[in-house]
């Protein structure tokens, strides 16, 4: 009988509005240069004051950018999340997760991904192929991760600090710098 490889989550709860997205991004830099392919998407969210937010996933490695709303006019109140961008977006973490990579960042887990849509098919594939998946998830969508997932994941606060911590305990560079071996490859 076969075990199933262990969920390696990092859930980042943030609030509306905090720097998540910010400190998400300058974790990613960070990461530039290590041993470890790290791929995915991160958010840029541009908010604006006479309507709803401009928001763009950037990919990690390329530096390709998709949007994902939709411009619906000043004094809007309806949700300007583009489901057109968002497919577009699902299908780049798609390629993404296909070509190989240790790491895989999920930009956000909200209403579309509650539903089970946007990009939960491809961080829960990811995780069932035992790559380790950092995402952000609102506070306001917590109960809805956790429902879906049955509360897995550890719970990070949006901090360097915290998500450092969680890589390091995730052990994969040094890993592959005892075995001599690209990250993620078995040594032999």
Request: with cysteine; aromatic share 4%.
């Amino acid at each position: 009988m076969t075990q199933d490889p262990p969920l390696r989550i990092g859930v980042v709860v943030h609030q509306r509005g905090d720097n998540a997205e910010d400190v998400l991004a300058a974790f990613l830099d960070e990461l530039r240069g290590r041993p470890v392919r790290v791929g995915g998407l991160y958010q840029q969210t541009v908010r604006t004051a006479s309507g709803p937010n401009v928001m763009d996933v950037v990919d990690i490695q390329t530096a390709a950018r998709i949007r994902i709303s939709q411009p619906l006019g000043g004094g809007s109140s309806s949700c300007c999340l583009d489901p057109a961008g968002l497919a577009d977006a699902a299908a780049h973490l798609r390629r993404v997760r296909e070509s190989g990579v240790d790491l895989l960042v999920v930009n956000k887990f909200a209403g579309a991904e509650a539903e089970g849509e946007g990009l939960a098919e491809e961080m829960f594939a990811a995780l069932c192929e035992g790559v380790p998946v950092l995402v952000l998830v609102s506070a306001r969508y917590l109960d809805a991760w956790d429902a879906a997932t049955d509360s897995a994941g550890e719970r990070l606060p949006p901090t360097l600090a915290a998500l450092w911590a969680w890589y390091r305990r995730l052990g994969l560079e040094a890993a592959d710098a005892e075995s001599g071996t690209p990250a993620g490859v078995p040594a032999s």
